[in-house]
């Protein structure tokens, strides 16, 4: 099979694709043609080992798996013995992340667990957008206990994550502030969003007075005293992503700034679930969240799909087929 491959940690230019054998489902996982993938944070910190606390899921001296990729969408090839509700033919979505990564690839293995049935109304390439990115919104918003009629804060409501934060956030009927760049203000709004900031702009969203009951911290390196400030008196600040500099700052201050405050802090670790991605399907067949795709590239140019994620330029997700 065709499958992006990588020997050791370094740069993305080592990136090539390479004949590699098909991989045998273990007991509990199913065999997936894969059709197509997207690229996330996590794949571009595989291949480059960094920031290192991803060598904790990747191998710390060298890459336990060389084939990166999380995102599955395409047909049941085989089943394991120990697979129930699954047979060959069968269109499925998945997440690959704790089966050893491996979705840039024809052929990849994935837990039964983490697999559920493809979106009826949706391609491939528009279902490979969802399995992380808009689990991970969903996981985060829902940590962070989100209600209808909240006021939310999105910060960093481009890239992956944050398109679907603010379609998610609207679904549940949240009155949606979303902080991108003002080239991106256009694409945000058509999101669902009810209120723009501009951080070319404005670069301290705490600059005003008005207080959110949610705040969902995506991207970004403001402080936890920054994402505080807005919060109402009972408000909730999550940490869904952002810089190494920001987790590191939420993980390390985070519980001590709000350890005597009747705000509350919390973090999302998420790991894949079928729960999170049923969930996600049925809102995709509801038409409550849609794929948001800035470009698609084929397998074949898999050093220009993380080019072009480094450049900065995509807003939502940047899709490989396979």
């Known amino acids: 099979m065709k499958a992006a491959y990588f020997e050791n940690y370094g740069s993305i230019e080592q990136l090539k694709v390479k004949a590699q054998p098909i991989p045998e489902p273990a007991d509990n996982e199913v065999l997936v043609r894969n059709h197509a993938s997207s690229l996330n944070f996590g794949n571009v910190g595989h291949v480059k080992g960094e920031p290192f606390l991803i060598r904790a899921f990747t ?68 279902t490979a957008t969802l399995p992380l990115a808009a689990c991970t919104a969903l996981a985060g918003l829902k940590k962070g206990s989100i209600q209808s ?52 702009i404005i670069e301290d969203f705490t600059g005003n007075d008005t207080k959110y009951d949610l705040v969902a911290g995506i991207a970004g390196t403001h402080s936890m005293s920054d994402f505080k400030k807005k919060l109402t008196r009972t408000g909730i600040y999550v940490n869904i992503g952002g810089s190494m500099k920001q987790f590191s700052n939420a993980f390390i201050t985070g519980p001590f700034l709000y350890l005597f405050s009747r705000q509350k802090f919390t973090m999302l670790m998420y790991m894949a679930d079928n729960q999170s991605l049923l969930e996600v399907k049925q809102m995709a067949e509801e038409g409550a969240i849609k794929p948001t795709i800035t470009k698609a590239f084929p397998l074949e140019q898999i050093r220009e799909v993380y080019r072009y994620y480094e450049s900065g330029h995509a807003a939502g997700k940047i899709v490989i087929t396979i």
């Open 149 to 200: 009629g909240q006021s939310v804060l999105i910060v960093g409501s481009t890239g992956s994550v944050g398109p679907f934060a603010v379609q998610i956030a609207k679904s549940y009927g949240a009155e949606v502030t979303a902080v991108c760049s003002g080239n991106k203000a256009g694409f945000v709004r058509s999101m669902g969003a009810d209120h723009i900031i501009d951080y070319k």
């Open 59 to 126: 191998g710390f001296g060298s890459p336990k798996n060389h084939i990166p990729g999380g995102d599955v969408s395409g047909v049941v090839e085989k089943v394991g013995r120990q697979v129930t509700g699954f047979n060959p033919g069968d269109e499925v979505m998945g997440d690959a992340a704790e089966s050893g990564f491996g979705a840039f690839a024809e052929y990849v293995t994935v837990k039964s667990n983490a697999v559920v049935p493809k979106p009826a109304n949706l391609s491939y390439e528009e």
